[in-house]
């Protein structure tokens, strides 16, 4: 199916990637999703460089970044951890589930987790689904301690 779609080429190759690292990184197969995360960098870039990404796609790239920081740490510059913090800034005004759902995720990887709860609060009453993600189990965790404390 990846081969028939590089030939046929295909604007959503970046998410089938990025979503084939996700199973590979829950999987704990990091080697696979650094390469897929890689794989998909190349399709988001390549939109970005052609001036057609969307806020999404841009969110993607964001949070794709900061997801090989976390796998290795050494893939990811220090200077360009900052951009993308920046990028991420720029990003703010998400408002559809899946923008809302990678901008969470990024304050979380930035590690602004009060940030990130607002955001996921925020997806919760849009999207149920991205808001059970596995992926915010470190938001989970810190708001679950939060909510103990007070």
Known sequence: RLQALQ????????????????????????NEAIAAYQKSLQFIEHAIAKGEA?????AIRVAIYLDLALLQPGLVSAQLQSSLREEALALDAAAEPASLHMMALIWMYLGDMDKAGQLKQRLAGNCPGFVASPDFAPLNAY???????Q
């Not at 030939?7 to 990091?30: C, E, F, K, P, T």
């Not at 708001?143 to 404390?149: F, S």
């Open 54 to 58: 969307n806020l999404l796609q841009r």
């Open 143 to 149: 708001l679950d301690k939060a909510a103990t404390a």
């Open 7 to 30: 030939q046929q080429g295909s604007d959503q190759q970046y998410n089938i990637w990025m979503n084939l690292a996700n199973a590979y990184r829950h999987a704990g197969a990091v």
